[in-house]
């Protein structure tokens, strides 16, 4: 019988591919590239191996627990409520500070490429800038806010295949590899992997895709693979048309003015190109915000929020006005607050692998009482990779005062959690 409504496996990878490949690798590798040479391409393969068990063990945690919700559902069913509050939340703050990475990236490169000195001397109005064209767009309706993303997914990946299609013609054999430097892409942990955040976002497609949730863990694997494949081939290509030194200086977006064109063919494509990344920024912004709205929602129609009827409450658009001017707020302070982007890379790692740990803990448990010893090992392996990525996270936070996003805002979160959870409770006795 033909499945109608179904995602094709194809198209389930690349939306997986989708998903993952957007600001991250069009930033990072300049950082890369200074910390490590041209020896840089390496962080790519390296958290890419060091990330993969985390990966299979969601990808399996999605068949366990087939069905919406998510994290929060994975957690709930695989240990209990509060985990699956804390799961959702710690994603929640993890991409929050998400947003208020890349609008930081985004200013940066308006600074640099664009020559707008205002926005670097004056952060706070551009913050609120941000925040209200953005929060202003989540207030349309979510099918025009779509056609933004459709538009986008082509101008992001423009620049990626066009380096990737040009290493055939740069491609330089003097070119070192300096291996000995690798060592120092340790440092560069929590900027390589921001980059491969967005894998996570596929377990949600088990219900509609052809086959089944069985599919799902090869979808994700599959995309998560040649994703990492992908971001290998633009980071070789633009050392070879630019050079290590000269990467590491001017960032990936100036590889135009390396390709040896007339002025006139230089400084056209130099400017298509920047202007797909700085759109490509601006736009994941735009995606991550639908996406921290969407979870705010989720958990307010939950009732597991404080305040969550009035946040679950719908405009004439069917978009949820206070959890847009409540996202809105917190990302405002978050950009204000905190400015250094590798600071805001390392809470959303941060976040994110609170999320994924809580995650594989509950596939863990499932797989210890169904005596899966394989799975439960292999599960085993991917809480070390959650240590050794949340370690280099931590490491890149300057003091405590950097640590209350995530430590405040969990607290917050459980705290507020349990408060609605005993008021249902109470709600839910009998009358005495």
Known sequence: MKETGKISYFAAVLMSINIMVGAGIYYSVSPLTQAAGAASFLGWPLVGLLLFPIIWGVAKTSQLFPGEGGFYHYCSSGINPTAGFMAHWGYLIGFISAAASLASVLRGGLVQNMGLSFIGEHP????????????????????????????????????????????????????????????????MIP?????FWGFESCCSIGGYLKGGPQKVSSVILVGFFATTILYLLFHLGVLYIMGADNLAAYGAASFPKFLGLGPMWESLLQA?????????????????????????????????????????????????????????????????????????????????????????????????????????????????????????????????????????????????????????????APNR
């Not at 990946?157 to 070192?176: M, Q």
């Open 124 to 187: 706070i109005l551009f913050n609120v800038a941000v925040v209200l064209f953005y929060s202003s767009l989540q207030l349309f309706p979510l099918e025009k806010i779509s056609k933004i993303q459709s538009i986008a997914t082509v101008i992001k990946i423009s620049p990626l295949f066009a380096v990737i299609a040009l290493i055939v013609f740069y491609f330089n054999p003097e070119l070192r590899f300096d291996l000995s430097r690798v060592s120092s892409l340790s440092l």
């Open 191 to 195: 900027t390589v992997l921001f980059g």
């Open 272 to 428: 298509s190109i920047l202007g797909a990344i700085l759109f490509c920024w601006a736009n994941s912004i735009l995606g991550m915000s639908i996406g921290n709205i969407a979870n705010i929602y989720t958990l307010a129609k939950r009732g597991v929020i404080v305040g969550s009827a009035p946040l679950a409450k719908l405009n004439r658009n069917q978009r949820p006005t206070l959890s847009v001017v409540v996202h809105g707020i917190a990302l405002f302070v978050l950009m204000t607050f905190i400015s250094d982007t590798e600071i805001l890379f390392a809470l959303t790692n941060l976040g994110v692998l609170v999320t994924l740990f809580l995650t594989l803990l509950a596939a863990f448990l499932t797989y210890i009482k169904q005596k899966q010893h394989l799975h439960t090992a292999f599960i085993g392996v991917g809480f070390i990779s959650c240590a050794v990525l949340g370690y280099y996270s931590w490491t890149k936070l300057p003091n405590l005062y950097y640590t209350l996003p995530i430590i405040g805002g969990m607290t917050i979160g459980l705290i507020q959690f349990k408060i609605r959870q005993r008021a249902s409770l109470l709600t839910l």
